[in-house]
């Protein structure tokens, strides 16, 4: 009997021990600001070792409001919506205006915000025109 409270007296102490480390570890980290106040310290920023941390040459800060950038850049219909360039044409959030965004059932096609599923002249995909007289439905010209 006495080797199993010796056992149980051991845990204990462990215990005791792993908390008040753990306590006092954490108690350092605030800095006191004032006497009445402390603040905790935000961890530092964990870099994965895995990730390249390289800047992207699209990132939201390049063009700045300046549509000749996007011009250069990306093409004619190019323009600077939000600090990136946004091809007016195809993006559905930026569909021939900066944030006009199209319905959750539309698609951007030549600035124009169109359902693919109706539209004759975008049926099924962009610039993809049933025949005259035809009809679009399904996304597919003269469906039956």
Avoid: W
Avoid at 102 to 114: D, I, L
């Amino acid at each position: 009997m006495s080797k199993m409270i010796k056992a149980v007296f051991m845990v204990v102490i462990t215990i005791a021990i792993t908390i008040t480390l753990t306590i006092t570890s954490i108690s350092h980290k605030t800095t006191p600001i004032d006497q009445t106040m402390a603040v905790r310290q935000p961890f530092p920023k964990r870099v994965s070792r895995f990730l390249a941390e390289t800047k992207n040459p699209r990132a939201a800060d390049h063009c700045r409001k300046d549509d000749e950038i996007c011009y250069i850049l990306e093409g004619q219909n190019s323009t600077c919506c939000n600090n990136k360039c946004m091809d007016l044409s195809e993006d559905k959030h930026n569909c021939g205006a900066c944030k006009n965004k199209c319905k959750f059932t539309s698609s951007c096609c030549r600035g124009e915000c169109v359902n693919l599923a109706y539209d004759k002249r975008n049926c099924g995909s962009c610039g993809n025109k049933c025949m005259p007289g035809g009809y679009c439905i399904y996304g597919l010209c003269n469906y039956a």
